[in-house]
């Protein structure tokens, strides 16, 4: 709910800052005062239209600040945090206009474009005015309503989701039909690559491997003349390695006298004569066992020429072709009789349709039994509004089209019938702004237990209106007001005596400039407002006795 409005420099209000509660607030005061000021405000808060006039004279820029608390509105809790907006429970909507016109917008001190505002501001207040433009004149306020008041809300959501389903399998196959031959020259291609690649069938990591492979292979002549030399300058002749150790040894084994300081020497190398003895039998053995393999070089080579071959024709890598392979195989897959084939597309998109209609079908009983009741239960609402002759009608207009349609099978719209005989049309061609206002106050009332928009906002319901039907008029408002809250701008006591918070507005002339001010009245001061409202302004004993037992009876009535 909204529970502060900060405004600054906005029309004649130089600085004004209210606290709102839950139930019903009324906004009164003379002609002129300002009244306005606060609901301007605040569709300024949820990115109406703004321009430089609306910033106080001599100001350099209008500050618009509303507050709400949205523990309650899952909706709004949702969309903040979908955007990372969110700050607890509480939402912040600001709004600041430069005097050139230019405005900027904000959400919980975050600038965001004004369009946010509107689709935001649209989950937390609904402002019922006299202008065109107010939600009740739009078809698509017109079936959340009836969705809301039958319960249907998340059947609403499942089909318009099995919409979505559908239209994306039916833009799919649209694209894959308009492009069938050129499909199908892919499919050939995709079979003759893959049919290649399934032939050479090259695993990962076996082209490093082969060309390992392949320099041992190759190099087979050069390792045997090595490693025969190698052995012969081990041990196999006098001038070999292990000669020349043993004649080593027996130098220093024929010393006339024995040295100590050689016995480690002389340890090193019988050492190393056995190592270099050890050595030279190991490439004997290594010779002896050796095999040059010119066919299997051979065989290695030509799958090496094979992998070398396939990367180039592909202009890839030898070392990207097993991915290459499982990416062409996956996308054969799809075209060929797989998840994007033709037929299978053409099933997936009958099992959607059939999944929605069954889905829109239910919709649609759940839609039509709740306009039945609903235009019974307004019907009685505006007879208490002495709207008796108005027929209202719930329409619910079956779609031409055999697809699928997003919000289900009929589109919703309101009509009434201000005349007996008349037929019933929309209500922006019928209904005048006093009309459109009452029937907005009826229409409220009957949805107000299932409605998801917490604040309601009404301008002047009460226009061509008094005697009893005002009090009745309150009675409604009060009403609505114990199941949410709502701010009403009214003229006539009767509805004014009934509100749970009174705000007084009036202006004053300083300096010669003329300011607005905007006060939260106690008890004593709503009676003497709704004295004022009786009887002018001339108050007599006799007006306030009137506002005295009016007021006491308006807060006396439970609803």
């Given at each position: 709910m909204?529970t502060?409005?900060?405004v600054?420099?906005y029309a004649?209000?130089?600085?004004v800052?209210?606290?709102?509660?839950?139930?019903?607030t009324?906004?009164?005061?003379?002609?002129?005062?300002?009244k306005?000021?606060v609901?301007?405000?605040l569709g300024?808060a949820?990115?109406?239209?703004?321009?430089a006039?609306?910033?106080?004279h001599?100001?350099?820029?209008?500050d618009?600040t509303?507050?709400?608390d949205?523990a309650?509105i899952?909706d709004a809790?949702?969309?903040?945090?979908?955007?990372?907006l969110?700050?607890d429970?509480?939402c912040i909507l600001?709004?600041v206009i430069?005097?050139?016109?230019?405005?900027r917008a904000y959400i919980?001190g975050?600038?965001?474009?004004?369009a946010?505002l509107?689709e935001?501001?649209g989950a937390?207040?609904?402002?019922?005015?006299?202008h065109?433009h107010?939600?009740?004149?739009?078809?698509?306020t017109?079936?959340?309503?009836?969705d809301?008041f039958a319960?249907?809300?998340d059947?609403a959501?499942q089909?318009?989701?099995?919409?979505?389903?559908?239209?994306e399998?039916r833009?799919?196959l649209?694209?894959r039909?308009?492009?069938a031959e050129?499909?199908?020259?892919r499919?050939?291609l995709?079979?003759y690559?893959v049919e290649?690649l399934?032939r050479?069938a090259l695993?990962?990591g076996e082209q490093e491997?082969?060309?390992k492979?392949?320099?041992?292979?190759?190099?087979?002549?050069?390792?045997?003349?090595?490693?025969h030399?190698?052995?012969?300058?081990?041990t196999?002749?006098?001038?070999?390695?292990?000669?020349?150790?043993?004649?080593?040894?027996?130098?220093?084994e024929?010393?006339?006298v024995?040295v100590?300081?050689?016995?480690?020497?002389?340890?090193m190398?019988?050492?190393a004569?056995?190592?270099?003895?050890?050595a030279g039998?190991?490439l004997?053995?290594f010779?002896?066992?050796?095999e040059?393999?010119?066919?299997r070089?051979?065989?290695?080579?030509?799958?090496?020429?094979a992998i070398?071959?396939?990367?180039r024709?592909?202009?890839i890598?030898?070392?990207e072709?097993p991915?290459?392979?499982?990416?062409l195989s996956a996308?054969?897959?799809?075209?060929d009789?797989?998840?994007?084939?033709?037929?299978q597309?053409e099933?997936?998109?009958?099992?959607l349709h059939?999944?929605?209609n069954k889905?829109a079908?239910?919709?649609s009983?759940a839609?039509?039994?709740?306009a039945?009741?609903l235009?019974?239960?307004?019907?009685g609402?505006?007879?208490?509004?002495?709207?008796p002759?108005v027929q209202?009608v719930t329409?619910?207009?079956r779609n031409d089209?055999s697809?699928p349609a997003?919000?289900g099978?009929?589109e919703i719209e309101f009509?009434?019938?201000?005349?007996?005989?008349?037929p019933?049309?929309?209500?922006?061609?019928?209904?005048?702004?006093?009309?459109?206002?009452?029937?907005s106050?009826?229409?409220?009332?009957v949805v107000?237990?299932?409605?998801?928009?917490?604040?309601l906002?009404f301008d002047?319901?009460?226009?061509?209106?008094?005697?009893?039907t005002?009090?009745?008029?309150?009675?409604l408002?009060r009403s609505?007001?114990?199941?949410g809250?709502v701010?009403?701008?009214?003229?006539l006591?009767q509805?004014a005596?009934?509100?749970?918070q009174?705000l007084?507005?009036s202006?004053?002339?300083?300096?010669?400039?003329t300011f607005?001010k905007?006060?939260?009245l106690?008890d004593?001061?709503r009676i003497?407002?709704?004295?004022?409202?009786l009887g002018?302004v001339?108050?007599?004993?006799?007006?306030?006795?009137?506002?005295?037992?009016?007021?006491s009876?308006?807060?006396?009535?439970?609803?």
């Amino acid at each position: 709910m909204l529970t502060q409005l900060t405004v600054s420099n906005y029309a004649i209000a130089e600085r004004v800052e209210l606290q709102f509660s839950n139930g019903m607030t009324a906004l009164t005061g003379e002609t002129g005062a300002g009244k306005s000021i606060v609901l301007d405000a605040l569709g300024l808060a949820m990115g109406g239209r703004a321009d430089a006039g609306a910033v106080r004279h001599g100001a350099r820029r209008a500050d618009i600040t509303a507050t709400f608390d949205i523990a309650g509105i899952p909706d709004a809790r949702q969309w903040l945090q979908s955007r990372e907006l969110d700050d607890d429970n509480e939402c912040i909507l600001r709004r600041v206009i430069s005097k050139d016109g230019r405005s900027r917008a904000y959400i919980n001190g975050q600038p965001c474009p004004l369009a946010h505002l509107k689709e935001l501001g649209g989950a937390l207040m609904d402002i019922h005015s006299q202008h065109q433009h107010q939600s009740l004149l739009r078809k698509e306020t017109h079936r959340k309503l009836v969705d809301e008041f039958a319960g249907a809300g998340d059947l609403a959501s499942q089909t318009r989701e099995a919409w979505k389903a559908w239209n994306e399998v039916r833009t799919k196959l649209a694209e894959r039909q308009q492009n069938a031959e050129e499909s199908e020259a892919r499919l050939q291609l995709l079979r003759y690559q893959v049919e290649e690649l399934d032939r050479l069938a090259l695993e990962t990591g076996e082209q490093e491997r082969l060309e390992k492979e392949q320099d041992h292979l190759s190099q087979a002549d050069a390792i045997l003349h090595n490693s025969h030399q190698a052995a012969l300058l081990c041990t196999e002749d006098e001038t070999s390695a292990a000669g020349l150790v043993r004649q080593a040894l027996q130098q220093l084994e024929q010393l006339p006298v024995e040295v100590t300081a050689l016995a480690d020497t002389l340890q090193m190398l019988n050492e190393a004569q056995i190592q270099i003895s050890e050595a030279g039998d190991n490439l004997r053995h290594f010779i002896d066992d050796y095999e040059a393999d010119p066919a299997r070089l051979h065989e290695v080579e030509e799958r090496l020429s094979a992998i070398y071959q396939m990367a180039r024709k592909h202009r890839i890598s030898p070392e990207e072709l097993p991915e290459f392979h499982q990416r062409l195989s996956a996308e054969l897959a799809e075209l060929d009789g797989g998840e994007g084939s033709l037929e299978q597309l053409e099933a997936e998109l009958q099992n959607l349709h059939e999944n929605f209609n069954k889905l829109a079908s239910q919709l649609s009983e759940a839609r039509a039994r709740a306009a039945t009741e609903l235009d019974q239960r307004i019907a009685g609402e505006l007879a208490q509004l002495s709207m008796p002759s108005v027929q209202f009608v719930t329409h619910l207009k079956r779609n031409d089209k055999s697809e699928p349609a997003p919000h289900g099978q009929e589109e919703i719209e309101f009509l009434v019938s201000a005349n007996p005989g008349q037929p019933a049309r929309p209500l922006a061609k019928v209904a005048s702004g006093g009309e459109l206002s009452r029937i907005s106050l009826a229409i409220q009332v009957v949805v107000a237990q299932t409605s998801t928009t917490p604040t309601l906002i009404f301008d002047e319901v009460d226009v061509g209106i008094g005697g009893g039907t005002a009090e009745v008029v309150g009675k409604l408002l009060r009403s609505l007001g114990s199941n949410g809250q709502v701010i009403c701008v009214t003229h006539l006591p009767q509805v004014a005596a009934q509100c749970h918070q009174h705000l007084f507005v009036s202006k004053f002339t300083q300096k010669d400039a003329t300011f607005s001010k905007i006060e939260s009245l106690d008890d004593r001061g709503r009676i003497s407002e709704v004295a004022r409202m009786l009887g002018g302004v001339d108050m007599t004993e006799h007006t306030l006795a009137h506002a005295t037992e009016m007021f006491s009876k308006g807060q006396a009535t439970h609803h």
